[in-house]
Nanobody, 113 residues
Framework: QVQLVESGGGLVQAGGSLRLSCAAS????????MAWDRQAPGKQRELVAF???????NYADSVKGRFTISRDNAKKMVYLQMNNLKPEDTAVYYC???????WGQGTQVTVSS
């Protein structure tokens, strides 16, 4: 199993930016596709972005052009740079290691108008 801890969430005004970080320990970080999911109150968890072990990325249509996922295998870290935030981005954001079916505790992102 890999353990994941997210950080970097907070309250930001619409149009602002945040960078989320996910620190991994245990397992083999480098072989796992990493992802960011989010869940808003009353809604199902949805995929935001993922990045393969080779660095290939994919994004939900709702965040394309605004969010960037990246990883640093040496540091066992994955990041989500979020720009031009919108109120609909408000959610708890979770880091996931897909190979291990593991996720972190989540970090709250709240975007106000």
């Amino acid at each position: 199993q890999v353990q994941l801890v997210e950080s970097g969430g907070g309250l930001v005004q619409a149009g602002g930016s945040l960078r989320l970080s996910c620190a991994a320990s245990g397992g083999n970080f480098s072989i796992s596709t990493m992802a960011w999911d989010r869940q808003a109150p009353g809604k199902q968890r949805e995929l935001v972005a993922f990045i393969s072990r080779d660095g290939n990325t994919n994004y939900a249509d709702s965040v394309k052009g605004r969010f960037t996922i990246s990883r640093d295998n040496a540091k066992k870290m994955v990041y989500l740079q979020m720009n031009n935030l919108k109120p609909e981005d408000t959610a708890v954001y979770y880091c996931a290691a897909r190979y291990y079916s593991s996720w972190g505790q989540g970090t709250q992102v709240t975007v106000s108008s």
